[in-house]
């Protein structure tokens, strides 16, 4: 069977109560029983979407796998404490210029 008309089947089928609490107990994931409802209808709204999307047509679109040829944006690496290093450290029972002192742990 081709994958895509597997996957087309799967999501023309809508959720019932009792195929959302079998999924939850074989992924071993706890639902409460007042969420069921909830739950199983903003399942099958999200598998309403994907139908939609599948109606999308990518005759000639070519699949990505990256963005190489895409560049982010830059910005200058300005290394700084932040001017404030005094107010960190204020609550400290030790520092040392700015910095916490703490017990020795391995000698």
């Known amino acids: 069977m081709n994958i895509f008309k597997f996957i087309d089947r799967i999501f023309k089928m809508s959720l019932d109560k009792f195929t959302l609490e079998r999924v939850a107990y074989l992924s071993r994931i706890k639902i409460n029983s007042s969420k ?52 960190i450290v204020s609550n400290s029972p030790q520092k040392i210029d700015n910095s916490f002192t703490v017990p020795k742990v391995i000698e």
């Open 36 to 87: 069921i409802d909830k739950m199983v209808q903003e399942l099958n709204n999200i598998m309403k979407w994907i139908e939609e999307l599948n109606e999308v047509n990518i005759e000639n679109v070519e699949p990505m796998t990256g963005v190489p040829n895409m560049t982010l944006r830059e910005r200058e690496d300005n290394v700084n404490d932040g001017g404030y290093g005094e107010k």
